[in-house]
């Protein structure tokens, strides 16, 4: 199986920037079947929201509420997805999830998450 562990969370002042990194681990043949992977976040009271997705091609896609502040990137050697969050705003607060899709699933499921990092925007 894949396992992801997100990690970079933490508090910060509104203005400032913070990196989240995603490593994901497991056998050889579970990590080949990493296809695209994505960040989503919770804040209190909300729904689950995806934030930022990147292809195996590295085709991008954002959600409208963080376009020009954040930026999702990979390493494939590392295994490793980023999100370098700049000119953070205290709506971003949230727990922020990193997220692989599957291209063979595991126990009916097409997808792999971390636990979850916190990041608490102060203003």
């Known amino acids: 199986q894949v396992q992801l562990v997100e990690s970079g969370g933490g508090l910060v002042q509104a203005g400032r920037p913070l990196r989240l990194s995603c490593a994901a681990s497991?056998?050889?043949?579970?990590?080949?079947?990493?296809?695209?992977m994505a960040w989503y976040r919770q804040a209190p009271g909300k729904q689950r929201e995806l934030v930022a997705s990147?292809?195996?091609?590295?085709?991008?896609n954002y959600a409208d509420s963080v376009k020009g502040r954040f930026t999702i990137s990979r390493d494939n050697a590392k295994n490793t997805v980023y999100l370098q969050m700049n000119s953070l705003i205290p709506e971003d607060t949230a727990v922020y999830y990193c997220?692989?899709?599957?291209?063979?699933?595991?126990?009916?499921?097409?997808?792999?998450w971390g636990q979850g990092t916190q990041v608490t925007v102060s203003s």
């Open positions: 997220n692989a899709r599957l291209r063979r699933p595991v126990s009916h499921s097409n997808d792999a």
């Open positions: 497991g056998s050889t043949f579970s990590i080949s079947s990493i296809s695209s």
């Open positions: 990147i292809s195996p091609g590295d085709t991008t």
